[in-house]
């Protein structure tokens, strides 16, 4: 009578100790063939390596050029061109008390938060209408509110310049202020359409049923939930007008009136000689806004591209 129940006992532990054993040992030779070290190096650590010093060796040069004294920047045979072991802060000195750079950096922060700000403005009213109000030739109307968008820059500034001429904006900051949207809308348009369709038409109908109004419904619902796609539009039109060449090189003619990457191309640069020095050190001061803008917003940045809320 004994036995029956101590086999019976026997048998329960076989079978609870042997199957967390298989199981256990398969888990850990897949987690152990994922993570062996070769192939992390291969398919992870070597990839990210490449990647970072193909982004950061510009940005390292231009650091390095920017502290290095005159010698070294004109003799690259005798003196280490990756490294120098005597930095000067030379170059910035003169960058910032012996030319107009903090000018041409308050002109540059101008004109880029106010273009963008309108072309912002405009944008949410132009996608809104397209996508949400829902009439005959709304598809229509946006791919071609695209296709404005490819149209290169570098065929408009001259018709753009004769405009601006005729108004009396020429060498004003305001010039560039008008005529920027034109090349920030169309783009922010189309990204914010895109943006918007994510957004469930249920919570504009029960607004609507409650009594709001277009106005309010895009005031208080739409323009809420699209916040990460308005911080995306404006990063890109921000990042646009702080690099824009062209309109610059073409409107603004005064030292103090000029934006840093017009100034600094044509500040520095005397005929045949460069002084890279002075230029690197404006490149790299004029790049750290974007940086600091990307750092702060890279997450609505990366989340306006997966959508809004979800039905």
Wanted: with cysteine; aromatic share 16%; net charge neutral.
């Amino acid at each position: 009578m004994t036995d029956l129940p101590t086999s019976r006992i026997d048998l329960k532990a076989v079978l609870h100790s042997s199957a967390p054993t298989v199981a256990k040992d398969d888990h850990s030779e897949g987690m152990s063939y994922l993570q062996s070290v070769p192939r992390r190096i291969v398919t992870l650590y070597l990839p990210l390596t490449i990647i970072v010093v193909v982004l950061l060796f510009p940005f390292y040069w231009m650091a390095l050029t920017s502290v290095k004294p005159d010698e070294q920047l004109l003799d690259l045979d005798k003196y280490n061109p990756f490294w120098t072991w005597n930095p000067t802060f030379k170059h910035f000195y003169k960058l910032l008390f012996e030319s107009y750079y903090p000018y041409w950096l308050w002109n540059t922060m101008y004109v880029a938060i106010c273009a963008t700000v309108l072309s912002i403005v405009a944008s949410v009213f132009a996608a809104y209408a397209i996508v949400r109000l829902r009439y005959k030739g709304a598809n229509l109307v946006g791919g071609l509110i695209f296709l404005a968008y490819l149209v290169p820059p570098s065929i408009l500034f001259i018709p753009l310049a004769t405009v601006v001429y005729q108004y009396g904006l020429f060498d004003s900051p305001l010039a560039l202020i008008l005529t920027y949207p034109t090349i920030l809308i169309p783009f922010s348009t189309w990204l914010l359409m895109g943006y918007f369709k994510t957004i469930p038409f249920e919570l504009e109908e029960c607004a609507l049923i409650d009594g709001a109004s277009r106005w309010q419904i895009l005031v208080k619902i739409v323009v809420p939930l699209a916040i990460p796609g308005l911080i995306s539009a404006f990063i890109f039109c921000f990042t646009l007008c702080w690099n824009e060449f062209i309109y610059a090189l073409t409107f603004l003619q005064s030292t103090s009136n000029k934006t840093v990457p017009v100034a600094i191309v044509n500040e520095f640069v005397d005929g045949d000689i460069y002084r890279w020095g002075s230029l690197m050190a404006g490149a790299l001061a004029g790049s750290l806004p974007l940086v600091i803008l990307y750092a702060f917003f890279v997450e609505h940045y990366v989340s306006a591209m997966t959508g809004a809320v979800k039905e």
